[in-house]
């Protein structure tokens, strides 16, 4: 499995884009930037796209997709994949004719350049090759993670979140994850927004390491560009071995 990273970090900053990351060129995990990372004829290739929740770092490129699609006449509709409140978000705050056109009227409603899914929730479902588990998180509005595997290995996707434990508690049994993708958006001396907003910090980090599958590297995104530094140094003094910075631009192997 490749895990292209589009898009590491929680917010736009100069050449930092938010989170997207594209699994086997064909389904998106977040869509926080698409057209900005990769060609038209990359983008045609994407079939399916899991989003965690309704906020902009996480969607954003979803709107510049469907209009590449559109532009191109894409000949099958684009999958928009979560949990029930997120795609119903999505429908009615974004892609509602105000914000965005209704990709899923347009070209026509029988033919449409956008498709709605939702997944019950820590129910493992079949998107495109892949196997996904959805399961609610720790968030400001409704977010899920994802656990996403093609049937020997995979990887757990945070999405935005504080401190949490179903996500864990749904990957006990589960055997061939090689990664777990953790968000940290904010350094420690900003733990009271951390904990409004329901973000990790480095320290939260620390003790969500506890819950985690011991031996499993723990790759980190979504640092707010404006800390990234500072965030950054505290995170390499966790636990050198174990976590790793994503970066943009670079493909992943499990
Ligand atoms: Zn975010
Ligand atoms: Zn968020």
């Known amino acids: 499995m490749k895990i292209r990273v589009l898009g590491a970090y929680g917010a736009e900053g100069l050449g930092q884009r938010p989170s997207a990351f594209l699994v086997n060129e064909r389904t998106l995990v977040d869509a926080g930037t698409v057209t900005g990372a990769l060609t038209p004829s990359e983008q045609l290739e994407i079939e399916h796209v899991l989003i965690s929740h309704s906020h902009l770092d996480h969607m954003a490129g979803l709107t510049y997709l469907t209009e590449t699609l559109a532009c191109f006449s894409a000949q099958r509709p684009l999958i928009v994949t979560s949990i029930a409140p997120v795609a119903d978000a999505l429908r009615t705050a974004v892609f509602n004719n105000v914000v965005w056109p209704d990709f899923a009227q347009i070209p026509s409603a029988t033919t449409p350049i956008l498709k709605y899914r939702s997944l019950a929730e820590e129910a493992e479902q079949r998107v495109g090759d892949l196997w996904v588990t959805a399961v609610s998180v720790s968030h400001s509005v409704p977010a899920a993670g994802f656990i996403v595997h093609d049937g020997s290995r995979g990887f757990v996707y945070s999405g935005d979140t504080g401190p949490t434990q179903a996500l864990w508690t749904s990957l006990r049994g ?50 707010k560009p404006q800390f990234y530094q500072e965030t950054a140094d505290e995170l390499s003094r966790i636990d050198a071995g174990r976590i790793v910075l994503l970066e943009q631009d670079k493909t992943y192997s499990l």
Request: glycine share 2%; with cysteine.
């Open 174 to 223: 589960l055997t061939g994850v090689r990664a777990v993708i953790l968000e940290c958006a904010f350094p420690n001396r900003m733990r009271a927004l951390a904990d409004a907003a329901r973000h990790m910090t480095p320290d939260l980090i620390r003790r969500e390491l506890d819950k985690l599958p011991p031996d499993v590297p723990v790759w980190i995104f979504h640092i």
